[in-house]
């Protein structure tokens, strides 16, 4: 990198073509960021496979239901409460509330 001053007081620095070393710098940070980022979700997602599980029995009521049954909603209703209300395509009771009425 070499400083050039051009007689007011001003200093500018050039460098050679494909950006400064802090461009470079920035660039590799992001990249950590993103796998960090990455890693975090994947351990999170394995922390608590009882969601999956929520979701999977959201999927699955969804199959059998069709157009009646909320999936959308049932797998919020998943991760919103950590899977602790796990619904049951058999119990009505779990999953009445993610169910439409029939017009």
Do not use: H, R, W
Not at 4 to 12: T, V
Not at 36 to 56: D, K, S
């Amino acid at each position: 990198m070499k400083a050039i001053d051009d007689g007011n007081g001003d200093l500018y620095f050039l460098d050679a073509p494909g950006g400064t070393e802090m461009e470079g710098g920035v660039k590799m940070y992001s990249g950590v960021a993103v796998v960090l980022i990455f890693t975090c979700f994947v351990f999170c997602a394995e922390a608590n496979p009882i969601v999956g599980i929520c979701i999977t029995n959201c999927a699955q009521c969804k199959k059998m239901f069709g157009p009646y049954f909320e999936g959308q909603l049932c797998a919020d209703t998943c991760v919103k409460f950590k899977g602790k209300i796990i619904p049951d395509c058999e119990d009505l009771a779990s999953i009445v509330p993610f169910l439409n009425k029939f017009e």
